[in-house]
């Protein structure tokens, strides 16, 4: 008889536990309902959006930098795909056309950069003028070695 009630228990309790699930569900559905979103008109999709940033050649990644140099040799505009393949040509296609889409993000919010087509970018005024200034100078001349120590023992002391 007891093994009786203990499967009536048992069986009992999957039926509640059973019954329990849909309940909590939906009562989480019952809950407040949540507002629609509220959709822009002129919402961007480029993932270009956002304020300006202060951006100098100092804090750009290396790969912004690589883009930023394409960009600087050639005065047209560049597509994407080409931008991939002048800068990161060691990698696979997808994975450079990937970190120049995510270069130029930065850079077209930095203003180093701006969206001329579909996927066509060109470097800016503004980021033609701060690549030129922070170029490095020139290295100096070489100057005359400096004298050999038989050289300025060989000169009299006075």
Known sequence: MAAKKKSAKKSAKKEKKATAKPRK???????????PKK????????????????????KLNDKEQRVVKVLFEDANPVAINALATNCFSS???????????NSLRRLARGKWTEKVGKGTYRLTDLGRQRWENSAPAAAPAEEAPPETPAEETAQPSA
């Open 39 to 58: 959709k822009r008109a002129a919402s961007p999709t480029s993932g270009q959006s956002g304020p300006s940033l202060d951006l100098t050649k100092d």
């Open 25 to 35: 569900a939906a009562a989480k559905r019952a809950a407040a309902p949540k507002a």
């Open 91 to 101: 990698q696979p296609a997808k994975t450079a056309n990937s970190w120049v889409r």
